[in-house]
């Protein structure tokens, strides 16, 4: 069973487009994040939710919007697309506080745009 | 200023030998979280180690143990008997707490290790 699950794991689109990424998790964890990996491997986060609520928004362009309709699901939905979105985008889970190991992370998406 | 910083952008080691992997923060908190994450080829983000700021032994996982030193503010992750599959990226992170107590992980930039046969 597959703890975080992404949909779908490669994307191409081209400038311009509107798209999105779908995460849920089956851990039963209240929070979860996005995180963009850029071409440099650098990891930073984008977005956590708490139980449906935003919790961190770190000065994310506003064509980025996360939604989340329950706990288990975490989509990121991203309009007019930019050659500079092309990035790996993952979902993460955490129950709650993080602590030792309680933040999984899911397979990753490799979004492409040309 | 970077928070968590990984100097080795490269490293290799010979199967079987041990490595240590380099990882600076800087925090003012007392209480924090260090966590050491493999990432392969494939690209799936695996957790590896945690050492908590009030944890007084350093963590060990296996064939990962987490060389802590509180007053350097370095937390290196030994692997012991390198092996081929070790070869990856390897992330340092420092669990952070915004105002309101919400979490979240900042990355180091990485160090790729290969282990050569």
């Known amino acids: 069973d597959t703890a975080v699950s992404q949909t779908p794991k490669y994307l191409v689109t081209q400038m311009g487009n509107d798209k999105s990424i779908k995460c849920e998790q089956n851990?039963?964890?209240?929070?979860m994040y996005w995180y963009k990996q850029d071409s440099k491997k650098f990891l930073k986060i984008m977005f956590s939710?708490?139980?449906?609520?935003?919790?961190i928004n770190e000065t994310v362009p506003n064509r980025f919007s996360p939604k989340s309709p329950d706990k288990a699901h975490l989509n990121l939905h991203i309009n007019s697309l930019e050659l500079g979105d092309s990035a790996v985008y993952f979902c993460?889970?955490?129950?709650?506080?993080?602590?030792?190991?309680?933040?999984?992370f899911g397979p990753g998406t490799r979004l492409t745009v040309t | 200023a970077q928070k968590i910083t990984q100097t080795q952008p490269g490293m290799f080691v010979q199967e079987k030998e041990a490595v240590t992997l380099d990882c600076t923060y800087d925090?003012?908190?007392?209480?924090?979280?260090l966590f050491w994450y493999k990432q392969p080829s494939s690209g799936e983000m695996i957790f590896l180690i945690y050492?908590?700021?009030?944890?007084?032994q350093n963590a060990t996982e296996g064939r990962y143990s987490l060389n802590f030193q509180k007053a350097r503010k370095s937390a290196n992750l030994v692997i012991s008997a390198s092996q081929l599959g070790d070869s990856a990226m390897y992330f340092c992170?420092?669990?952070?707490?915004?105002?309101?107590?919400?979490?979240?992980?900042?990355f180091g930039k990485g160090t790729k290790l290969t282990v050569n046969p």
């Open positions: 925090t003012s908190d007392q209480s924090y979280g």
């Open positions: 851990l039963g964890h209240d929070t």
């Open positions: 992170a420092m669990r952070e707490e915004n105002q309101g107590g919400s979490e979240k992980l900042v």
């Open positions: 993460a889970s955490s129950r709650g506080r993080l602590r030792s190991y309680e933040q999984y």
């Open positions: 050492q908590g700021s009030y944890d007084e």
């Open positions: 939710y708490n139980n449906k609520e935003l919790i």
